[in-house]
């Protein structure tokens, strides 16, 4: 018996159909063999993952464990968790950027959190070692003749702890850090006052000067600063203000090279930088 075209044709499109339902089924089979598998753990697996990646300091693998959980899971106290987590990973994973936009995330979204005063904290690290690489800290290289803005920020950001949470289990390390800073941005300062001076740029180089003993009273380059000033007022003939900055050396630095007739031609070695060592 024959079978009518018509017929044919609808077996035709019927094995077709079949076949491709086939092929589809097959596809997403494998698929699914080949999924990520931290799409199918819990929010409590994934928070173990991330914070067993952070103990074995496997920063990379950290920071995609807790980004995942985030996406996954938006709300929640493990996503709040995660997300001051996450900021941390990055920062260890040499991310400074990502790990900045994190920390700031956290703060603006979660303001009462109660290891709030962790990020301000963590915000300043950030910052703090941001310009510390591995030439300054091991190499030596002066970390004064960099760009101070990331530096200038971190002084900001612990001091932002300090004056938010005072009692913070994390204040007396940041006021330390900030004596730290304090030093380097005047130091900083300082070269830029002895490049004007060496330069015979005498107006600006005393100015600048003035600039670190009035910003920085405490730090150790005052002395030097003092000495530039006398010693610039004395290039430009204003002898009156000379005799000033030098009488306020003598009586605080008696023993400072420039008053015996050495300056500029010593190099200070009284102050090196040491960064704090990061956490």
Not at 41 to 63: H, M, P, T
Not at 91 to 118: L, W
Request: glycine share 4%; net charge positive; proline share 4%.
């Amino acid at each position: 018996m024959r079978v009518p075209f018509r017929s044919k044709s609808l077996l035709r499109l019927a094995l077709v159909v079949l076949l491709a339902l086939l092929a589809g089924c097959s596809l997403f089979n494998r698929g699914a063999k080949k999924g990520d598998p931290m799409d199918t753990k819990s929010v409590e697996e994934l928070y173990s993952q991330g914070v067993e990646a952070i103990d074995k300091r496997n920063f990379d693998w950290a920071a995609r464990t807790f980004q995942r959980l985030i996406s996954r899971f938006p709300f929640g106290a493990y996503t709040e968790q995660s997300q001051l987590n996450l900021a941390y990973a990055q920062y260890k994973n040499n991310k400074p950027d990502d790990a900045y936009s994190t920390i700031n995330r956290f703060i603006k979204t979660y303001p009462t959190q109660r290891h709030v005063d962790y990020a301000y904290y963590l915000r300043g690290l950030i910052n703090f070692n941001r310009s510390a690489g591995f030439f300054e800290r091991y190499i030596g290289q002066d970390m004064t003749k960099r760009d101070q803005a990331n530096l200038r920020q971190s002084f900001d950001d612990f001091g932002a702890l300090i004056s938010r949470y005072p009692n913070s289990g994390y204040a007396a390390d940041a006021r330390q850090r900030m004596i730290s800073l304090r030093n380097t941005m005047a130091q900083s300062d300082l070269n830029i006052a002895l490049y004007y001076y060496k330069r015979q740029a005498y107006v600006a180089s005393s100015n600048r000067a003035k600039d670190i003993i009035e910003a920085f009273p405490q730090t150790p380059q005052v002395a030097d600063a003092l000495a530039i000033m006398f010693e610039s007022y004395a290039k430009l003939g204003q002898q009156q203000l000379a005799d000033d900055a030098r009488r306020v050396l003598e009586l605080n630095y008696p023993e400072h090279p420039a008053l015996h007739g050495k300056w500029p031609r010593y190099r200070s070695n009284w102050w090196k930088l040491i960064p704090l060592s990061s956490r």
